[in-house]
């Protein structure tokens, strides 16, 4: 219930810039909710949502928020387990500057997605990506995704 009211505040605030939301394991369903919020919300330039249990359903919702959101420059993300699903949201996002998925096992698969997103994205300057068990195959896609 907490997780459905504070997503129902994102949905209405229009003076909230930030929000630290960092280790408070709000899990999947508080993930999703959160998304769907970011689709509406105008305001929100910096989300911190690591360390929140979150997995692969919150990276689709987020990729979803990801095609409307205007605003979301800064996204992090340590500490969860979202794979391969935030990728999607690369191609699309105009806005976000930073993004952090560190630690979150993506493994060679995921991250070549990701260099494949990072092709057409214009606006990512920050990406980090410790902690993920990065091979030399996710080590040659993002050497050449960042050549382009």
Partial sequence: EAGKALADAL??????????????????????????????????????????NLGNETGKALAEAFKTNATLQQLYLCDNRLGASLAEALKYNKTLERLSLSNNWLGDDAVR???QALRTNEKLQELSLKKNMLGDEAGKALAEALKT
Avoid: H, P
């Fill in 11 to 52: 949905k209405t605030n229009r003076t909230l810039k930030t929000l630290g939301l960092d280790s408070n394991q709000l899990g999947d369903e508080t993930g999703k909710l959160i998304a769907e919020a970011l689709k509406i919300n105008n305001s929100l330039t910096t989300l911190d949502l690591s360390g929140n």
């Fill in 113 to 115: 997605e990701l260099a």
